[in-house]
């Protein structure tokens, strides 16, 4: 009986590490994700597994990390300079946002911001 529970233990652990490598290895699509409600984009690039641009709109303004995020296993975490954008263009405005996030599946990010006084959850989805 005991080789038998440790049989069944075994294969077990062995289906649980293909699922968690398979669900690793789920690929993130390139694109903009949006956050329609509040109004947070993620754009990411695949072939270095970066985020190029994070923008987190408070109190009618736009505020733009200024840095590349890396993505590893799905999650990244930014805690940097940022800017105001004025119609597509830096403006002199600076400040830190913090930024945290995962990706679900390959068409979903979700996570929190906060930027220029504002923290907001986004569930951005695949443009």
Do not use: E
Request: hydrophobic content about 45%.
């Amino acid at each position: 009986m005991a080789r038998r529970v440790g049989a069944v233990v075994g294969s077990v652990l062995v289906a649980l590490v293909f699922v968690a490598a398979a669900v690793a290895a789920k690929p993130i699509k390139n694109g903009i994700y949006f956050d329609g409600v509040h109004g947070v984009y993620v754009a990411f690039k695949g072939d270095n597994k970066t985020i190029k641009g994070l923008n987190v709109p408070c109190r009618g303004k736009l505020w733009v990390a200024t840095q590349f995020i890396t993505v590893k296993s799905g999650k990244f975490s930014y805690s940097g300079p940022d800017f105001v954008a004025k119609n597509g263009k830096p403006t002199k405005q600076t400040g830190k946002m913090k930024a945290s996030g995962v990706f679900r599946t390959s068409h979903l990010v979700v996570g929190t911001a906060s930027a220029g006084g504002c923290t907001v959850h986004y569930a951005a989805t695949l443009t």
